[in-house]
């Protein structure tokens, strides 16, 4: 089961007598455990008292166990979390006048008390922010979807400005419109966080970057995956974006990110909607209304992400997607218009995508890159000497793999 220990110090001027000590025990024990479920929890108590050169400082080392419940460890963390904002502003309560009560969490301080102990303070973080580049926001309830990307024919979203170019995927292109659609006209209340999934080179990334072709980039911030971190998060929202937060959050192959950065992300996606930094002198809160727009290669990897001991199903991050949209890899048909596709763009000649074509078919690849690659073999694929040498290769391969 879930165990920490906090550690509370309060400095005074004059020394507190016992009875007055136990009344506030109880006191920050009732706040820190209302709504918690206190038959859950176990807590004992030590206390300490030093004098000081400005007079006292007394300390409650409060030991609490989660004895009964549910134990998910993203719940036993949501609560932590809520017990130290609890324990913060109890603390801060006016009846203590200027000589609140500190938190300290045992896992960034020592336990012995602090003589002079900096005041703790529950800081708000404003929703009017803006990160380097943004020099405005767009709200949400600005943005509007047009109506072809909701109800429009395959061919008609086909031909839609931010989405030209990319074939065969209509249905998921309505599917994350009217996904938007609801969060902006219901000013972020019916929110549902977006996945696209699937292998790679099956056009993810070229949905996302229409998304954000069609919102724009005062509405859209992104964030690399690969070199997010627990303090980046925490800096960009909590001491950055100063015009305000964009409504949509991309967040590409997610599965590969820090997963210190993305527990910090957690609440951010959930109900509570607000990024949180506690440590042992300060809480910073902010509240954010924003959608997630995030891809993932393996959506193994992605659901056992904060998955509770070795259950099945989805772990918590997975969890908050609720819109999760499978994006296929091409078939033959789209294969062929993609091939078009390129060589109207960069030339050459439209008799080489069938060999093209059958090649694959005999590599069992649908990875358009690699059939994209396959055009090099120019004129080469009308007499068949570059499948040979691409055979070649795959037969020395197979052969040498096979005799592992």
């Not at 409650?60 to 419940?69: A, E, I």
């Not at 509405?219 to 001491?239: H, M, P, R, Y």
């Not at 997963?259 to 300060?282: G, Q, T």
Request: net charge negative; with cysteine.
């Amino acid at each position: 089961m879930h165990a920490f220990k906090i550690v509370m110090d309060r400095d005074t001027a004059q020394r507190t007598g016992d009875t007055a000590l136990e009344t506030q025990e109880v006191y920050l024990i009732e706040a820190a455990l209302r709504g918690r479920g206190k038959k859950h929890w176990a807590c004992t108590v030590k206390r300490a008292h030093k004098t000081t050169p400005t007079g006292h400082c007394f300390s409650f080392q409060f030991s609490l166990d989660k004895v009964s419940g549910r134990k998910d460890p993203e719940i036993a963390h949501k609560d932590k979390d809520d017990i130290l904002t609890r324990l913060i502003r109890a603390g801060q309560n006016t009846k203590y006048g200027d000589m609140p009560w500190k938190l300290r969490d045992e896992q960034d301080a020592p336990s012995e008390p602090s003589p002079t102990g900096s005041v703790v303070t529950t800081e708000e973080v404003g929703n009017t922010q803006t990160i380097g580049q943004y020099e405005t926001v767009t709200a949400a309830e600005d943005i509007i979807i047009p109506e072809i990307l909701l109800s429009g024919s395959d061919e008609e979203i086909e031909e839609h400005e931010s989405f030209k170019g990319i074939y065969g995927r209509a249905a998921q292109i309505r599917t994350a419109a009217a996904v938007l659609n609801a969060a902006f006209t219901t000013k972020m209340q019916r929110r549902h966080n977006v996945l696209f999934w699937g292998y790679p080179g099956c056009a993810k990334s070229h949905l996302v970057n229409g998304i954000k072709a069609l919102l724009g980039p005062d509405a859209v911030l992104e964030l690399d995956s690969t070199s997010t971190t627990k303090a980046g998060i925490e800096k960009i929202f909590l001491n950055g974006l100063e015009t305000g937060v964009p409504p949509v959050v991309v967040m590409e192959e997610i599965e590969k990110t820090d997963e210190s950065a993305l527990r910090v992300w957690l609440s951010a996606l959930d109900e509570r909607r607000e990024i949180r930094k506690l440590n042992f002198n300060v809480a910073k809160v902010r509240k954010i209304d924003i959608l997630c727009i995030a891809t993932a290669n393996d959506k193994v990897a992605f659901d056992k992400l904060f998955r509770a001991g070795n259950q099945d199903g989805r772990g918590a991050l997975s969890s908050r997607f609720t819109k999760q949209i499978y994006v296929p890899r091409p078939d033959r048909a789209i294969m062929q218009r993609i091939l078009e596709r390129d060589i109207k763009e960069f030339g050459g000649d439209p008799a080489w995508i069938d060999p093209c074509l059958d090649l694959a078919d005999v590599l069992d690849t649908n990875d358009p890159r690699e059939v994209l690659g396959m055009l090099v073999g120019g004129d080469r694929l009308l007499d068949d000497s570059y499948q040979g040498d691409i055979m070649t290769i795959h037969n020395q391969e197979k052969k040498d793999y096979d005799n592992k």
